[in-house]
């Protein structure tokens, strides 16, 4: 048996690094005969292969993962919007990645902060570790929109001002990447592949545009991989998600994933309060005092009350 890590997923081939070399590879049948609730195998797994003749590889095991980065997979719906329940389905983004960036624009499309916010839960849920990337940052001066960025560093989530055409910013962005397994994630048209390029120029990744009558944009990732950074680690350019579901978590569970929320729900009066309606809600008068932010406490509420998909429009 040959270890390797999987770089690349696509239409049932994988590509595996191994010590001798990448070598693509298919799924064991009998792997594939296991209940299919989640992806068997994507990239940042490592796995188990066995070589064949023709020099292409088998996989035969897959190793437990650690963390991942996942979703909810997109479709599914009925007729008024209701979910069948065997089409209840995990989407692994990238398993056991040290480290998520989550790349938003600061203009061209505009910043989605609901978005943001589902990432960061996303994240939060895996414990692992994020950042943000304000990218298109040449786009923007400084003083002339508000920041949407602002709230975050406040909280534990470091915010990198990035311009992938400029330059700025892409230094701090590679070290902060080094030796790490790291993915970037986000929206389609926010410059995720420019920015791989501007961290590994020899790569010439196809680069997308924002449709000017919707705003959003396009996709030029369609697959996912693992490209491997000058000096050790890897940085995974992933497909724009334009519909966000959360996959295993409940809306109880959620004050556990707002980080700002997290320490104050002991001191709420009802050891059930939703932060909507309650008296003597810690959390709401945390709000009003400006110690929460009021979009995040939004956030908070849609996520709970399952009224908000966040949906930027048609998934791929």
Same mark, same amino acid.
């Given at each position: 048996?040959?270890?390797?890590?999987?770089?690349?997923?696509?239409?049932?081939?994988?590509?595996?690094?191994?010590?001798?070399?990448?070598?693509?590879?298919?799924?064991?049948?009998?792997?594939?005969?296991?209940?299919?609730?989640?992806?068997?195998?994507?990239?940042g797994d490592h796995v188990l292969i066995e070589l064949q003749a023709d020099g292409t590889g088998m996989i035969e095991h897959v190793a437990p993962r650690a963390r991942a980065l996942t979703r909810r997979a997109?479709?599914?719906?009925?007729?008024?919007g209701h979910r069948a329940a065997e089409s209840e389905r995990e989407q692994v983004i990238i398993a056991n990645p040290d480290l998520a960036v989550f790349v938003f624009a600061c203009a061209q499309p505009d910043p989605h902060p609901r978005a943001l916010d589902r990432y960061l839960v996303m994240a939060e849920a895996q414990s692992l570790r994020a950042v943000i990337v304000a990218n298109k940052a040449d786009l923007v001066v400084a003083g002339q929109a508000p920041d949407v960025f602002a709230a975050?560093?406040?909280?534990?989530?470091?915010?990198?001002?990035?311009? /992938?055409? &400029? %330059?700025e910013g892409v230094a701090e962005l590679r070290a902060t990447l080094q030796g790490k397994i790291a993915v970037l994630a986000g929206p389609s048209g926010v410059g995720k592949s420019s920015l791989v390029n501007a961290l590994e120029p020899g790569l010439k990744l196809q680069a997308g545009s924002v449709s000017e009558q919707t705003t959003k944009g396009r996709h030029t990732t369609v697959y996912r991989q693992?490209? /491997?950074? &000058? %000096?050790?680690?890897?940085?995974?350019?992933t497909p724009g998600m334009r519909a966000l579901e959360l996959f295993d978590i409940e809306p109880d569970e959620l004050d556990a994933y707002f980080v700002e929320i997290r320490p104050l729900v002991?001191?709420?009066?009802?050891?059930?309060?939703?932060?909507?309606?309650?008296?003597?809600?810690?959390v709401r008068a945390a709000v009003e005092t400006g110690r929460v932010s009021r979009s995040r406490y939004e956030s908070y509420l849609r996520l709970r009350r399952?009224?908000?998909?966040?949906?930027?429009g048609p998934d791929a």
């Open positions: 048996m040959i270890e390797g890590l999987v770089v690349k997923a696509q239409s049932g081939f994988f590509t595996v690094h191994t010590g001798q070399g990448d070598i693509v590879c298919h799924l064991r049948g009998r792997l594939k005969q296991q209940r299919r609730t989640t992806d068997l195998a994507t990239i997109p479709g599914g719906f009925g007729r008024r975050y560093p406040p909280l534990g989530y470091p915010v990198i001002r990035v311009s /992938a055409r &400029t %330059g693992l490209h /491997a950074l &000058t %000096g050790g680690g890897y940085i995974a350019d002991s001191g709420c009066a009802f050891s059930d309060c939703t932060h909507e309606h309650e008296p003597g809600c810690a399952g009224d908000d998909r966040t949906s930027l």
